[in-house]
């Protein structure tokens, strides 16, 4: 019988322990380290914001004078953006993940599609810029409207819905296909009866957050030419528009000129957060309400 010295084994615990308690402790540490400095940010944002914000601000024009300017025209801009992107991506990433998940066949041409897919969910956001002005912009002749920087940021949260998708798709329990099979039903009745009503609540979590993304994104709309000058609001498509983040990246870089659209900046930052806010919030809602229990 082999010999075990309890001592070294009571040494191994304890050293085994202390590590355990001090990456804990630094896990911690690190974690309330992020979370102060998203605090300061925020109150920073907030204390600067304070006394800008009011129906004039939000209902207003664009103006040279910070004391008259208002951001209406990028809510409007940013709501005509959301309204290109979200069915776009929503019918091209869900159509995206049912073929890949129930269609295509297991072999190389789909690992081929899965890992870029999984590749262009990591790309950097100019590089779809740089995307949608060769070809929406310069190639289809559309320039810089509504249309072309909803297509070109669907490009950009693509990816994530496919993979979202994806896995909610995944997440359905094999049992509820087969008993749909056994009754007699096709593939497409199982999909539309059975999968996607049972992936919804993933599906639309996944979307709500990609959309959260492509609200908060600037370097693809900077690079396909967006303005942030006194334009009229925008009413259709293939109007010029501007939206939230192009008016805060504005802002801040002319603030080293006037100080007071910095409180601009600031301002405009409050309501997008509250935007991004609520967008999240109702995914957590969606996914807690209609996630079931199999």
Not at 166 to 181: D, T
Not at 200 to 229: D, Q
Request: charged share 10%; net charge positive; aromatic share 10%.
């Amino acid at each position: 019988m082999k010999y075990v010295d309890h001592v070294q084994v009571a040494k191994r615990m304890n050293t085994r322990l202390l590590f355990n308690k001090v990456c804990k402790m630094i896990f911690f540490l690190s974690t309330l380290f992020g979370l102060a400095v998203l605090a300061v940010l925020i109150a920073r944002v907030v204390s600067e914001s304070v006394g800008w914000i009011d129906l004039n601000f939000l209902t207003g024009r664009l103006s040279t004078n910070a004391d008259m300017a208002g951001i209406m025209g990028a809510i409007l801009g940013t709501l005509w953006l959301m309204l290109i992107v979200g069915p776009v991506t929503m019918f091209l990433g869900v159509g995206t993940a049912i073929y890949l998940e129930c269609y295509a066949k297991r072999g190389k041409f789909h690992s081929f599609i899965q890992t870029n897919i999984s590749n262009l969910a990591g790309v950097p956001s100019i590089v779809f810029g740089i995307l949608g002005l060769t070809i929406f912009v310069r190639l289809l002749g559309l320039g810089n409207v509504i249309l072309a920087g909803g297509l070109t940021m669907s490009l950009l949260v693509l990816p994530i819905i496919v993979v979202a998708s994806q896995e909610a798709i995944r997440a359905v329990p094999g049992f509820l296909s087969e008993a749909s099979y056994g009754m007699g039903a096709t593939k497409w009745q199982t999909i539309k009866n059975i999968i996607l009503p049972a992936a919804l609540p993933g599906i639309l979590t996944g979307a709500i957050l990609s959309l959260s993304r492509a609200i908060g994104e600037t370097a693809p709309l900077v690079v396909i030419g967006i303005p942030a000058l006194l334009i009229p609001f925008p009413g259709g498509i293939m109007d010029r528009f501007t939206v939230l983040p192009m008016q805060i990246y504005y802002w801040t870089i002319d603030a080293a000129l006037v100080a007071e659209y910095a409180n601009l900046a600031a301002a405009t930052i409050v309501v997008l957060l509250l935007v991004l806010f609520v967008m999240n919030s109702a995914a957590i809602v969606i996914r807690n309400k209609y996630q079931k229990r199999y």
